[in-house]
């Protein structure tokens, strides 16, 4: 039994988390709603432009002072290892604060999240003493080498989709390369990560390593992106935001920035599929996990004409067999929309595409739920032209369009006709084709006879095209967050 009273949920007192310390802040207050019932559970206390340059000047003394920088690498490592244990055992308190005011199931926070945000740091630990500089070929009477360091102060800000996991991609790779950290959650998910900064003082972590200031985009995001002692920003959200971010460090620098933004992936099924059961199985739950709030939901899917109507209509069995209700209710199988803006727009985009002649097969508008809060259908929509609003852009929602094609190469048109490139299943039988389809595709990800991530870190994950810039998880992330400096030394 998972459930718990979420009247018992509220943010705990001083919201920001600067020098090892939780900080009341003084800029403005918000409220902060549960979506799960719409009822306003915490007050966010922003951090006020003060606070915001005194948790980066924070930042930028203990990587100067702390010796966290210039620690055994192995210290640093069992540090983090710490770290992630105490998250794991703080389940019972962590999972509720994750769950109160997400998106997120308190099922699925303790089954995954929860121990993925801990495996994540833990991941990242290993790299502090594995990846460095390396000697290079050279004459005789001279000796070339590439040294790494970290760059100090690197802003994170992240969205609210999945709040833990999110942070953890950010904060793992730049804390374990040395870094030290300020991080912007969304201000819609804010509390959580507090309380895994307080954990990472308990572990050992220097105070000033890892802080979090709090508050919206404008007021807090831009100025710590801006700010001229952070030297790299690392955001995760949608692509207008990060083009947003990407100009701010180029007009505050240049600092070097990586962006993990929106997408619109693909889910091709052709008939010879394995096992259609299992393939329209996993279309359906690519796109209903969190809602569809997922980055890389898989939101289009392309199925061969042939086999269209038979998976189809699982799709649709599967849609209608979900049961929608509050994050914190064991029996609830989807969740609710973060917000009651963020459903206005899901249903604004599918109320037009019905104007413009598409068919809502199942779903199409607002769930009547138990609560009050943020609910919609799960919606399969067919009937739209290619360049339509719908099939073109990301809507963040359990809505899936359809469209069928009749061979390799138009499936591959139609996949890549887009402006996004973050991921794309293939659903295929055919070890060709498979081959074939992850050569073709333009995602920085493909899946072949499965959609979504595991447990392996080493695959790095971003996207191509307005999907964003660098890679989160793998080598590259921590490679990331390395500067290389060149030596040449005349012997
Ligand atoms: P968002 O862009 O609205 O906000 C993300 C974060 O940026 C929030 O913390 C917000 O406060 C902050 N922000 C907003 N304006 C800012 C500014 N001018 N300067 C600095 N910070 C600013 O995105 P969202 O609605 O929170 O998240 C959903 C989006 O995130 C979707 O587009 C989704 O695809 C994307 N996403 C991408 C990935 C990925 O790995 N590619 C993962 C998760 C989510």
Redesign the pocket.
Known sequence: MNSFNPLLIGAEAANNFVAGRRLVGDGMAMDVRRPSDANVYAALDSAGAGQVDAAVENAFSAFKTSGWASTDPRARMKVMRRWADLIEADAARLAPLEAVGSTRTIGEILAWDLSYTAECLRFFAEFADKMGGEVVATTPDKLGMTITEPYGVVAA??????PLV?AA?KIAPAIAAGNSVVL?????TPFSIVRVAELAIEAGLPAGVFNVVQ????S???P??RHPRVSKVS????????I??MR?CAETGPKPVT?????KSPQIVFADSKDLGQAAATVARAITLNSG?????GSRLLVQDKVAEEVVGRIVAAFEAHRMGATWDDATTMGPI?SEK?LGQIDGTVSRALAAGGEAVTGGRRAPAPQQGSYYLPTLLTGLAQDSEAVQG?I?GPVLTVQTFADEEEAYALANDSAYG?AAGVHTGNLDRALRATRALEA?TVWVNRYGRSNDFMLP???FKQ??IGK?LGREAYAANLKSKAALIQL
């Open positions: 800000v992240a969205p609210w989709n999945l999110m991609w912007k959650p969304s201000e819609l508050g919206d985009g404008l807090v995001g831009d710590l992106c955001f995760t959200g949608s692509t207008a935001t990060g947003a971010i701010a962006l993990e933004l929106g997408g709030q997922v980055c890389v939901a973060i963020q990301e963040f973050l920085g994950t971003g996207g999907s964003g989160d």
